[in-house]
């Protein structure tokens, strides 16, 4: 991870392609576009990668899920369970259709700890989204369970896991629908991209009027097309599923780099007493982009990302405690409903109710938690050394800690 480590002349020829006709929409033009449809090219290899019967490509992650809610008539008031641990896109489209987000803890599998969504449930609960975080899944069958008790619907939220499975199926394929991104930093990038992915022909064929202004596509030209609903504009452009086209093929590559490299990092961590791993409810359906680990306290941690720092060899250990994207302890700007616009009632009082220290379980887990993300372009010698150097880190920090105690 990411996939543009590994951009090359695959991608150029398929973006050449498109340019040599000019034509960088994916909707119409049938004629001077002489058999290009690079969209329509990547939606069915997405949908044969991941099994799956409809895949919409829209222009980013964020418009995925935007887009998956509204097809799946979650709107004004109807709340939807999401976790403390996720990016904020997570938040961002729940609001963007009139929803309310119910920020819920995590734990060890770093997603909704069953448990917590059972507590979370009122009247008005209308979804549960798993946020598949990291490359690797949720619990997902305590979380089916739970949805089909209550009548919920489950939405993936598998952005960040592109090719990776939970019990032989594939993350995304499980829920009512799943969503990806193909942003630039993602396992498979088109630039800017993200797709919906279900087996409903109901939930695709609203998926495929909202991202397009309502449009049914039914008509032979875009003029005579009727607009049974209201939709809004998140089309993926044709230069950019041309990028997809290309990366999509290298999936099967990049996964087995990944694990590679992984178990050279896991193997030497796991000599180590302090250290242990992120609980993974199908190790097997793992797409190792990550290796994310916890040490015993929030101070020994807080040490070694230090310790990291000072010799330079941070980046790419993650330390999402303090990250403002990821987890909800450092969204001021959430807490503070500050959004340009007015919000509804149930959005506004929900969001001003929430509590910094509300979620000390999420705290007690994702205060020791460290990700380090899995390179593509490293050597096994690289990988050793990355590993060594982490754990001389803990080493260093633990024996001081014994020292200090
Ligand atoms: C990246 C990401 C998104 C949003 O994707 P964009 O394409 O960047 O809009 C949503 N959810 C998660 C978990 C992500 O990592």
């Known amino acids: 991870m990411p996939g543009f480590e590994l951009f090359g002349p695959e991608e150029r020829k398929e973006v050449n392609d498109v340019l040599e006709t000019g034509i960088l929409m994916r909707y119409g033009f049938d004629g001077p576009r002489k058999g290009i449809w690079k969209s329509k090219e990547l939606e069915a290899a997405i949908c044969k990668t991941i099994n799956c019967n409809y895949t919409q490509l829209v222009s980013s992650g964020t418009a995925a899920l935007t887009t998956a809610l509204a097809a799946l008539g979650i709107g004004a008031g109807d709340e939807v369970i999401m976790p403390t641990f996720t990016f904020v896109a997570s938040f961002e489209s729940v609001l963007s259709v009139g929803a309310v987000p119910v920020l819920t803890d995590v734990d060890e599998t770093l997603t909704l700890s069953p448990e917590a969504v059972r507590k979370a449930i009122t009247l008005r609960t209308k979804c549960v989204m798993p946020v598949h975080m990291c490359g690797a899944m949720a619990d997902l069958d305590p979380l089916l369970k739970i949805c089909k008790e209550h009548n919920l619907i489950l939405l993936e939220d598998a952005c960040q896991s592109f090719g990776a499975k939970y019990k032989g199926k594939h993350l995304g394929t499980i829920g009512h629908a799943g969503t990806f991104s193909f942003d630039f930093v993602k396992t498979v990038t088109c630039a800017e991209g993200g797709g919906i992915v279900t087996n409903s022909e109901d939930v695709y064929t609203k998926c495929d009027g909202y991202s397009d202004h309502g449009h049914d596509h039914k008509g032979v030209d875009r003029g005579a097309d009727l607009h049974p609903f209201i939709g809004y504009n998140y089309r993926i452009s044709e230069l950019h599923a ?153 080493k260093k920090v633990a024996a001081t800690s014994l020292q200090v105690g």
């Open 242 to 394: 041309a990028v997809g086209l290309a990366q999509i093929r290298k999936l099967d590559q990049f996964l087995a780099i990944q694990k590679k490299n992984h178990s050279i990092l896991k193997n030497i961590l796991e000599e180590l007493p302090e250290v242990s791993f992120r609980s993974i409810p199908d190790p097997a359906g793992d797409s190792h982009t990550f290796l994310s680990w916890f040490l015993p306290t929030e101070e020994m941690t807080r040490g070694v990302v230090a310790e990291l720092k000072q010799q330079g060899v941070l980046p790419g250990n993650f330390y999402w405690f303090d990250n403002n994207w990821h987890y909800f302890r450092k969204w001021d700007h959430l807490r503070q409903a500050a959004t340009l616009s007015k919000l509804n009632d149930a959005q506004q009082k929900t969001l001003m109710a929430l509590d910094p220290a509300g979620y000390p379980a999420s705290d007690k887990i994702m205060s020791r938690c460290i990700s380090t993300a899995i390179g593509l372009l490293w050597t096994e010698e690289q990988a050793k050394e990355k590993g060594q150097k982490i754990a001389a880190a803990i």
